[in-house]
């Protein structure tokens, strides 16, 4: 039986990146990982491999779309597409090496095998049982099932699936129009498959500002994209390798079917945490099968934690990952944090869409005094030079203090754009303050400039 400071299970973005704040801190660490290669999800069938295929499906958009109005000419390329699932596996397998490296790096000890928590301060992983000062229950999520429809993984598939498919849909039906179901759906779209996108809102990505979504559905419907609003998918059947989705519309109840050769669920993720064990421990759980936390992440039960998909709140690698570094400082007597309010969100799609802290609907319903700086890529030279002014930036910054109160950009390199206005906020910048920054020309953040600008006397280009 060997003794650890920390033994973490799960090796995705929240519990590598605590194993290793918490051996840099100086303790003993153990990760127990049950996968064939560390990083979790993210690394293996989430984040990382979708952005290798929306990377690589973008430079056919552009070859197609683009290059020809540049003056580039020539014969089109075609998709090989094991081809490009070797690239996509080759993305990965470099990924998950590093995070083998990292941990020999940080001399973290990789226990391999799925892990049970036989009672606190012990975790079982095989035939094998150790002994943790403390534990952290990093275990992730899995795609939520959907009543009456069944997942083979080939016809219909979650996301695990769809980063795999044999061979390339004509026609692919997505449930769920929200991140998952977007960017999977337009890699499908890009190659040349007819998406249609069934959400049962009347919008899409809830939750993100409506005005963005609206744009956002107009750009991807341009992009070829169908979209079925306000409409509750009740079955999914498949006859010989084709499927059959039957929903109902919620606007007069009536009943339609669409056929397809590969369907998509992609209608939310739910905490797994199957096989720890922690009904025998007592470990409190919340309405919705989270673990319950407090806000230093620790559990009902002394001695366990949990942190990332598998306790509240958004299910994003960075917010795990941010969770997974508070929590190895609060193990190691240190005043370990994460600023909930500035947590960005990203859609990885061409234009991306990001976002960081209050929506306008979230200020209206709140009752607070806001207003709005709109900056079009319209009026970004950069963005048109590369095809990309559809789109915009706004900042929400109060109505008296002009204090940053979010931001929701669509358009170029919006994921990384956002980050201004996060690091903006962290400092409880005014909108005035990033507006007096100088930026450089060309480049794409001059909109983010811009929108600040005109929270303020106006934006110059506009
Ligand atoms: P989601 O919660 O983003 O979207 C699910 C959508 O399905 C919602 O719009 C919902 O209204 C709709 N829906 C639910 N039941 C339905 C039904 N019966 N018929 C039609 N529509 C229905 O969930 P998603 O896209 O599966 O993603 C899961 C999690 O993974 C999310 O928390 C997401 O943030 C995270 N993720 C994040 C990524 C990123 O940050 N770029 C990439 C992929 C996933």
Redesign the pocket.
């Known amino acids: 039986m060997a003794k650890f400071d920390l033994i973490v299970i799960g090796a995705g973005p929240g519990g590598y990146v605590c194993a290793i704040r918490a051996a840099q801190l100086g303790m003993k660490v153990a990760v127990a990982e049950g996968r064939e290669t560390l990083g979790g999800t993210c690394l293996n069938v989430?984040?990382i491999p979708?952005k290798a295929l929306l990377h690589a499906t973008h430079q056919l958009h552009e070859v197609h779309e683009n290059f020809e109005k540049m003056g580039i000419m020539g014969a089109k390329p075609k998709v090989d597409w094991p081809r490009m699932l070797a690239y996509k596996d080759d993305v990965i397998g470099q990924n998950t090496k590093g995070i083998e490296f990292l941990f020999k790096k940080n001399k973290v000890t990789w226990l391999k095998g799925w892990a049970t928590i036989p009672s606190a301060g012990k975790v079982q992983v095989g035939d094998e049982t150790h002994e943790a000062r403390n534990i952290v229950i990093a275990s992730g999520?899995e795609?939520?099932s959907?009543p009456g429809v069944e997942i083979d993984e080939k016809t219909v598939v979650t996301?695990t699936g769809a980063l795999e498919l044999e061979k390339l849909p004509k026609k692919m039906v997505v449930?769920?129009?929200?991140?998952?179901?977007?960017?999977m759906g337009s890699v499908y779209a890009r190659l040349g498959a007819e998406v249609t996108v069934?959400?049962?809102?009347d919008r899409?990505?809830?939750?993100n500002d409506g005005e963005v979504a609206k744009t956002f559905q107009r750009i991807l419907k341009k992009q070829g994209m169908d979209f079925i609003l306000g409409?509750?998918?009740?079955a999914v059947t498949v006859k010989r390798g084709k499927a059959s989705v039957g929903?109902t519309l919620r606007k007069d109840e009536s009943e339609h079917v669409i056929e397809a050769d590969c369907v998509l669920?992609?209608?939310?993720?739910k905490p797994f945490t199957q096989g720890l064990g922690l009904d025998k421990l007592g470990v409190a759980l919340t309405r919705r099968g989270q673990i319950a936390t407090d806000a230093h992440y620790a559990s009902s039960v002394k001695g366990i934690h949990a942190i990332g998909?598998v306790i509240e709140g958004?299910?994003?690698?960075?917010k795990a990952e941010d969770e997974g570094m508070a929590v190895a400082e609060i193990l190691a007597g240190q005043a370990g944090h994460v600023n909930y309010g500035v947590i960005p969100?990203?859609?990885?799609t061409t234009p991306e869409v990001a976002s960081v802290g209050e929506t306008e609907e979230t200020l209206k319903e709140a009752g607070r005094a806001y207003k709005v700086g709109k900056f079009s890529f319209m009026g970004n030279g950069r963005a048109k030079a590369v095809f990309l002014g559809e789109g915009f930036v706004k900042i929400l910054a109060d109505r008296e203090t002009d204090r940053i109160l979010g931001a929701h950009v669509i358009g170029p390199m919006a994921g990384d754009l956002i980050h201004e206005v996060c690091v903006a906020m962290e400092f409880g910048a005014s909108a005035e303050d990033l507006a007096r920054t100088c930026h450089a020309h060309p480049t794409f953040s001059e909109a983010m400039r811009e929108a600040a600008l005109a929270c303020g006397d106006g934006a110059i280009h506009a």
């Not at 449930?175 to 960017?183: D, S, W």
């Not at 069934?198 to 809102?201: F, H, W």
């Not at 409409?231 to 009740?234: G, L, M």
């Open positions: 989430g984040c979708s999520s795609a939520a959907l996301s449930i769920g129009g929200g991140v998952i179901g977007l960017e069934v959400e049962y809102l899409l990505i809830p939750g409409a509750a998918v009740q929903y669920v992609a209608t939310g993720r998909d958004p299910m994003l690698a960075h969100g990203v859609i990885y």
